[in-house]
């Protein structure tokens, strides 16, 4: 069955400096796709960063990298530069075709504080 | 992206009403999906809306409790029946574009709190 477990509940990191955010995941389809969303305290669901099973390079966006160990099945979240902002809970999803409607299925979150 | 309008944004209900929530996306979508986040939780997948067909409801849900209406492409709602406080959480909807780049959007979410 499709899993993805975040094992760190909670995370502090100081202003300015760079934070790891782990994620693993379990799936038996080749063709998966992998999916990190902020949550601040207003509940939205903000979309950061996809990482496709056959992308070959990690993906980034802005301030915002996945490292992707395939084999390892982790594709864990980097901020740089960390601001205030970004204090938020973060999620992360996995899609698969194992499940023709091709939900999206959660981990159960880091919450991340950044320290001025 | 897609938009999606979500409404309403919070309610306060009392035990064994119902509520109904709508969520109407910017283009037309294939697949909608509905989500609860119980306090302090992440999200739950509650069940996939298709249009002129019925609702896939994940292990856990029932069509009783949680019916969907999907009328056409670009809307459905979500109603939550015969509430007690067990059923407060934020429920959101969320729908897949298929481009990559924007992943699933989410509509803004409905925070429910059932007394």
């Known amino acids: 069955a499709q899993k993805i477990t975040q094992t760190q509940p909670g995370m502090f990191v100081q202003e300015k400096e760079a934070v790891t955010l782990d994620c693993t995941y379990d799936?038996?389809?080749?063709?998966?796709?992998l999916f990190w969303y902020k949550q601040p305290s207003s509940g939205e669901m903000i979309f950061l960063i996809y990482?496709?099973?056959?992308?070959?390079q990690n993906a980034t966006e802005g301030r915002y990298s996945l490292n992707f160990q395939k084999a390892r099945k982790s594709a864990n979240l980097v901020i740089s530069a960390s601001q205030l902002g970004d204090s938020a809970m973060y999620f992360c999803a996995m899609r698969d075709r194992m499940d023709s409607s091709y939900k999206l299925i959660f981990g159960s979150g880091t919450r991340l504080l950044v320290r001025p | 992206s897609a938009v999606i309008s979500q409404k309403p944004s919070r309610d306060i209900c009392q035990r064994g009403t119902s509520l109904t929530i709508q969520c109407q996306v910017d283009s037309q979508v294939t697949m909608m999906f509905w989500y609860r986040q119980q306090p302090g939780q992440s999200l739950t997948l509650i069940a996939t809306?298709?249009?002129?067909?019925?609702?896939?409801?994940e292990s856990g849900f029932v069509i009783d409790k949680f019916p969907i209406s999907r009328p056409n492409l670009t809307f459905s709602t979500l109603t939550v029946s015969n509430m007690s406080p067990e059923d407060s959480s934020i429920y959101l909807c969320?729908?897949?574009?298929?481009?990559?780049?924007?992943?699933?959007?989410f509509g803004s979410g409905t925070r429910l709190t059932v007394v």
């Open positions: 990482q496709g099973s056959y992308d070959q």
């Open positions: 969320s729908v897949d574009r298929h481009t990559n780049s924007y992943g699933y959007t």
């Open positions: 799936t038996s389809d080749p063709s998966y796709g």
């Open positions: 809306a298709n249009q002129g067909s019925e609702a896939t409801y």
